[in-house]
């Protein structure tokens, strides 16, 4: 489980740059994907345990879902200088196949107005790559992922299992100590009402990135510690 394992490195340099004589209390936090539950725990909303429960679940739960899935993730960038149009990428990765068929793709991350990254089924993706090109965009698959995260078919039953681990109270989270960014709604969240809903949301949603970074600079953000 490859997200456990960034989860606890990331707990580890924490507590040290915590002892450390550089340590500056931070005023916000945020979390790409999964990052965001770790994010949590740096604002205090997720402590220890419940934050590695929630990572462990969630990464079981993916590789699981992908499993019967079979889908990848495609990196799409502009071939100039302007900035990417998200209504002209829904329309490539929604293109009608040769079959008259509506693909499994969906954007999966906006990270910028130059980074989109989405996700869906393995067997489309060189479709999909192909529509992407001819409406002007670079598109790549990322070769470096195993799954179609936040892909809102793929990801349906994460979503489920996480919403019921927080119904049931197996996994416990409070109103953060210090601003939280979140992917879900690209905004600072504090109401442990929302954020229990927020949380597992995200994992078949598109992750607001862009939007979260945006938020920070908003706050008057100018150091980033990563």
């Given at each position: ?36 539950p ?42 100039g ?12 990765l ?45 598109a ?13 078919v ?73």
């Amino acid at each position: 489980n490859p997200q456990l394992s960034i989860c606890m490195y990331n707990m580890a340099w924490w507590r040290q740059y915590r002892a450390s004589p550089i340590y500056r209390p931070p005023n916000v936090v945020a979390g790409h994907s999964g990052g965001e539950p770790i994010a949590g725990f740096f604002a205090r909303s997720l402590d220890e345990e419940n934050c590695l429960k929630y990572v462990f679940n969630r990464g079981h739960l993916m590789l699981v879902a992908n499993i019967n899935f079979k889908g990848t993730m495609i990196r799409i960038k502009p071939l100039g200088e302007k900035p990417l149009s998200l209504g002209k990428i829904a329309g490539c990765l929604k293109k009608k196949t040769a079959k008259n068929e509506t693909t499994s793709w969906e954007m999966a991350n906006v990270n910028s107005s130059r980074q989109v990254i989405a996700s869906g089924k393995i067997d489309e993706a060189d479709w999909v790559i192909g529509n992407l090109e001819e409406g002007g965009f670079l598109a790549d698959i990322l070769r470096n992922v195993s799954g179609a995260y936040h892909n809102s078919v793929a990801m349906a039953s994460v979503k489920s299992a996480l919403d019921a681990l927080f119904t049931a109270n197996l996994i416990s989270i409070k109103k953060p100590a210090i601003r939280w960014a979140l992917n879900f709604t690209g905004n600072f969240e504090n109401d442990e009402k929302k954020l229990k809903v927020y949380l597992p949301a995200q994992t078949n949603h598109v992750v607001e990135w862009g939007e979260d970074i945006e938020e920070m600079f908003a706050f008057g953000v100018t150091e980033v510690v990563e």
